[in-house]
Structures are given as C-alpha cells and as structure tokens.
C-alpha cells in the first residue's frame, strides 16, 4: 500500500512554469513505475508522462512533449513534474499515480495498469 500526495498546483499565466511534486509513503517506491496524468472539466483522464522505477527511462504524451519533463528522487520518495511553456490547454487536475505491477513496454501510458494515485492538484493557465 502506497499513499500519494501531490502539491505544487496554482493558477499562471500562458508561457509560466510550474513544479509539481507527489510525495509517497512506504518504503518500496522505488519498485513503482510512477507516473502523471491529468483530467480537464468534461474530459476524459489522459496521461502525460511516466518514469520508470529507476529513474532512467521516460515516455511522454505528444502534447506535452518537449515543455515537461518528469522526474524522481527514490530517497525523498518523490515524483515531480516540470511544466514550462504552459498552455491554457494545460489546465486541468493534474494526478500522480504509483505503478507496481507493469513492465516497461507501452503499458506505463495505461491508467488502468496504475494501482495507486493522489487526489489530484489543480492547475490553471490563464491566456
């Protein structure tokens, strides 16, 4: 069992940047592929960007490729997100989710295949 609490959320204007981080509980975060996904108001849950458990490999959505850069420290058991450039299509409630089971192979993309996730921070980009 892992606990996921994200921060770092806000409200900027086209072009800023923000940080967020997803700090995790226990002991065995570094056995989790983690990764971030976001849901805008009347949209379906997407992802956005993943990492694998030893931090080495990542894979990022075509829309967010190039602006956020994903992120983790496996001592402070913590996953972060980068996102510069930010696009009001940006805005959305952004969840990090901890992922035991998957192997590296396409799957990491899949929400289904994550057991855990945060409650999610609200972030908001102003044109």
């Known amino acids: 069992q892992v606990q996921l609490v994200e921060s770092g959320g806000g409200l900027v204007q086209a072009g800023g940047s923000l940080r967020l981080s997803c700090a995790a509980s226990?002991?065995?975060?570094?056995?989790?592929?983690m990764g971030w996904f976001r849901q805008a108001p009347e949209k379906e849950r997407e992802f956005v960007a993943a990492?694998?458990?030893?931090?080495?490999?990542?894979r990022y959505a075509d829309s967010v490729k190039g602006r956020f850069t994903i992120s983790r420290d496996n001592v402070k058991n913590t996953v972060y997100l980068q996102m510069s450039s930010l696009k009001p299509e940006d805005t959305a409630v952004y969840y990090c989710a901890a992922d035991p089971n998957t192997s590296w192979d396409g799957g990491e993309a899949e929400a289904g295949n994550y057991d855990y996730w945060g409650q999610g921070t609200q972030v908001t980009v102003s044109s």
């Open positions: 990492i694998s458990r030893a931090g080495i490999r990542k």
């Open positions: 226990g002991r065995t975060f570094s056995t989790y592929i």
